[in-house]
Structures are given as structure tokens and as C-alpha cells.
């Protein structure tokens, strides 16, 4: 049994997806914990409504971001995981605590990366005359939203769309391939050269 951490920063509807998937298909893991950076986050009533344990390191509490990292590492380390999973956990990392969780940290980002990390992607996408979006699966770099991709989805821009309905319908595409590469991952199905994702038996890794 694969353990898995996840962390969030607010409503936490990818590491719900996560959770309800691995119950649904019968994963070879379970989410050990769900770890917050804020008090207020929504998803940690959820995690605790399931039975799964929940933390929270607050950043504000901390001088410095590798004081965070440090004390937010020695909680995880707690729950003895094998994948820690970043899910709309809106703090950088530092290179050490990335560094610390190598090959075994994934993140969600909702662009095709490598356009347009950090925020307001929608919007960026737009300005952009982009006639199509999506979302990333990608093992965590220090540098921010990037690192090999492991799954994309792709959505079409339509005429009209604003950026509330382009992020409503990226968050669905979210809600399918953040569960497919977590149990990609637990099932031992991903391989990682040189910087490149495969998965072993050849499944598509974009979601068209
Ligand atoms: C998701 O859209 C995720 O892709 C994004 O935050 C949202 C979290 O929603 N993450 C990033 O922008 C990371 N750079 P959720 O809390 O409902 O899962």
C-alpha cells in the first residue's frame, strides 16, 4: 500500500477527486493525510468528514520560507509517504524541500504548461488569442510549474468563453487526469528519463 499526501490550500476539489478515485477503483494506496497551509481551508472538512488525518502549517507563522519548508517537511515526514501531492497548494516551494521530494512530488496547474505558469492562466490564455487550454500533470522542479509533464488535458477555447468558463471547464478536465497520474504513479506505471515521462503501457497521456 502506497501512502500519498496532499496539499492543499483552499477548496480542494482535485485532492477530492484524488480521494473519492482511489476508494472508487480499489488504488493500491491510500491518502494518509491532507496537509494545509491555511486554518480555513475547505478541503481539510472534507479530508477529516472521511476519516483522514489533516495538519496544518501555517505559513504566516514562520520568518522565513525555509522555516516553512522545514517544519511543513518534518510534518509530512510524519505520515511516511511515498508521493506527496501538490492540490491548489498556492506557496512556492523551496529548491531543498522540492529537492527532499524528488520523483515522488506532483503538482496540477491549470495551463499547458509550459505557457503560462503562476497566475490568472485563464485570463492570460484569453489575452492571448490561445484557441485552446488545459491542464498539466507534472512532477515538481524547483522552478515553479514546471518539471516533466506526465498528463495534459486540452480544451478548446469557444467563441465567447470568458475566463469563469474556461476555468470551470479546465477544472472538470482537472478532476480526471490529477486521479489518472496519481494512480499511474502508485501503480508503479510511470518511468522518468532524462526529464521525460512515459507511462509503461502506453496509455495516452492527453486528455483531448
Ligand atoms: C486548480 O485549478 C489547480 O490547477 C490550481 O489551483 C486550483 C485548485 O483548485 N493550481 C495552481 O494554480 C498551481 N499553480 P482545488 O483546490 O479545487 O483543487
Known amino acids: ?105 506532483l503538482n496540477i496547474h491549470p495551463s499547458l504548461l509550459p505557457a503560462f505558469p503562476g497566475l490568472h492562466t485563464h485570463r492570460r490564455a484569453l489575452q492571448a488569442g490561445c484557441q485552446a487550454v488545459g491542464a498539466t500533470v507534472h512532477f515538481v522542479t524547483p522552478e515553479l510549474d514546471h518539471g516533466p509533464i506526465v498528463m495534459q488535458s486540452v480544451v478548446p477555447v469557444r467563441p465567447g468563453d470568458d475566463e469563469e468558463a474556461l476555468a470551470a471547464r479546465v477544472l472538470a478536465t482537472e478532476h480526471v487526469i490529477y486521479p489518472q497520474a496519481v494512480r499511474w504513479f502508485v501503480q508503479d506505471k510511470l518511468r522518468l528519463d532524462e526529464g521525460r515521462v512515459t507511462q509503461v503501457d502506453g496509455a495516452s497521456q492527453v486528455l483531448i
Open 1 to 105: 500500500m502506497k501512502r500519498i499526501v496532499i496539499l492543499v490550500s483552499g477548496r480542494g476539489s482535485n485532492m477530492q477527486a484524488i480521494v473519492q478515485r482511489c476508494a472508487e477503483q480499489g488504488w493500491p494506496a491510500r491518502v494518509a493525510a491532507v496537509v494545509a497551509n491555511r486554518p480555513d481551508a475547505a478541503g481539510l472538512t472534507f479530508a477529516a468528514a472521511q476519516g483522514i488525518h489533516t495538519a496544518v502549517v501555517e505559513h504566516k507563522a514562520f520568518a522565513t520560507r525555509e522555516a516553512f519548508d522545514a517544519e511543513l517537511a518534518r510534518v509530512i515526514d510524519g505520515f511516511a509517504p511515498d508521493l506527496v501531492v501538490l492540490a491548489g497548494f498556492m506557496r512556492i516551494l523551496g529548491a531543498g524541500f522540492v529537492r527532499h521530494y524528488e520523483g515522488r512530488l
